[in-house]
């Protein structure tokens, strides 16, 4: 009996815990509560979409900087800001 639960538990904790983790690690790069984050993707997973394009609480090290004349978030590898075009150091 067991040999037949073991996978469907196995998937049971993949669809929770994949969508889990990815949210909170996205919600972590947005200076964002982990675990908050991550229980919600888990049960709701439509947040994945939600945390994604969230704007970050503050400037996150190689994640994401604000632009010091119009104050949008970019990612980290743009060196430019796609809003207004000022250089992230400059
Ligand atoms: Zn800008």
């Known amino acids: 009996m067991t040999e037949f639960v ?9 669809i929770f815990v994949v969508p889990g983790v990815v949210g909170g ?3 972590a790069n947005r ?6 984050w991550s229980i ?3 049960v709701f ?10 704007k970050p609480l ?8 604000k632009c010091r ?9 743009e060196d430019v800001c796609k809003y207004c075009g000022e250089p992230r150091k400059g």
């Open 6 to 14: 073991k996978p469907a538990y196995l998937f049971f904790v993949l």
């Open 25 to 27: 690690v996205l919600a």
């Open 31 to 36: 200076a964002r509560n982990f675990m908050v």
């Open 40 to 42: 919600l993707c888990a």
């Open 45 to 54: 997973p439509v947040f994945l979409l939600v945390i994604y394009f969230h």
């Open 58 to 65: 503050r400037e996150v090290e190689g994640k994401f900087w």
């Open 69 to 77: 004349s119009c104050g949008e978030f970019l990612k980290w590898r």
